[in-house]
């Protein structure tokens, strides 16, 4: 069965502290894997799609590389306003189109 | 401005009632899907559809329907048959392609509420 994990669950930073995040998969022929970001009370919004190991993609602060069996988010010098849910998902093809088999999260909570 | 769209921002629902969330999107996009987000845990996909006129069953679609009868809406409707609604309600698309990898784009997400 596809599995998404995520760690840690939370994560609280300092701002200016670089840090990473996890996702680690189990998933038959990988399509691709995506993160997002998700504030409170809003839909997650698209960050990047990794689709073969070692490709990396970077946004800002943000970078993503990917291996054949885990994915990190590197976020670099992190700003209070970084603070938010990061999903990490894998796509898994269906009869129909692509599935995407979502991880619980990491709650980032940057201070100042 | 191109996007989705949900409405409304907040519902709330009684005992034995079926309410309907509205998904509209104006990205040109084939598929749409719904997903039910809860707290601590990923979200996981009720419905999807690839074509107007067509939509498939997700892993939670008990309780659930939906209607694809046009391409920029993908209405769902809770129905009393769900027994446990109260969650965060996502819409979703992306292009589609057999074989292609397409991004998917989220709404603004519907909160509902058993009264």
């Known amino acids: 069965e596809d599995q998404v994990t995520q760690s840690p669950e939370a994560l609280r930073l300092q701002e200016g502290e670089s840090s990473s995040l996890n996702c680690s998969y189990t998933?038959?022929?990988?399509?691709?894997l995506f993160w997002y970001r998700q504030d409170p009370g809003k839909g997650p919004e698209f960050l990047f799609t990794?689709?073969?190991a070692g490709e990396e993609k970077e946004k800002e602060r943000l970078k993503a590389t990917l291996t054949k069996k885990e994915s990190f988010l590197h976020i670099t010098a992190p700003k209070p306003e970084d603070s938010a849910t990061y999903l990490c998902?894998?796509?898994?093809?269906?009869?129909?189109?692509?599935?995407?088999?979502f991880g619980a999260g990491t709650i980032l909570r940057v201070k100042s | 401005d191109g996007g989705i769209t949900q409405s409304p921002k907040y519902l709330f629902r009684k005992e034995g009632q079926n309410v309907t969330l509205s998904c509209e999107q104006n990205?040109?996009?084939?598929?749409m899907y719904w997903y039910r987000q809860d707290p601590g845990q990923g979200l996981r996909l009720i419905y999807y559809?690839?074509?107007?006129?067509?939509?498939q069953k997700g892993d939670i679609a008990e309780g659930y329907s939906v209607s694809r009868e046009k391409k920029e809406s993908f209405p769902l409707t809770v129905t009393s048959a769900q027994k446990n609604p109260t969650a965060f309600y996502l819409c979703?698309?992306?292009?589609?392609?057999?074989?292609?990898?397409?991004?998917?784009?989220f709404g603004p997400g519907t909160r509902l509420l058993v009264l």
């Open positions: 990794l689709y073969s």
């Open positions: 990205l040109n996009h084939d598929a």
């Open positions: 998933v038959s022929g990988l399509r691709g």
């Open positions: 979703a698309s992306s292009r589609w392609s057999t074989g292609r990898k397409e991004t998917q784009y």
């Open positions: 998902a894998v796509t898994r093809t269906m009869e129909y189109g692509n599935k995407l088999v």
């Open positions: 559809s690839q074509i107007v006129n067509d939509f």
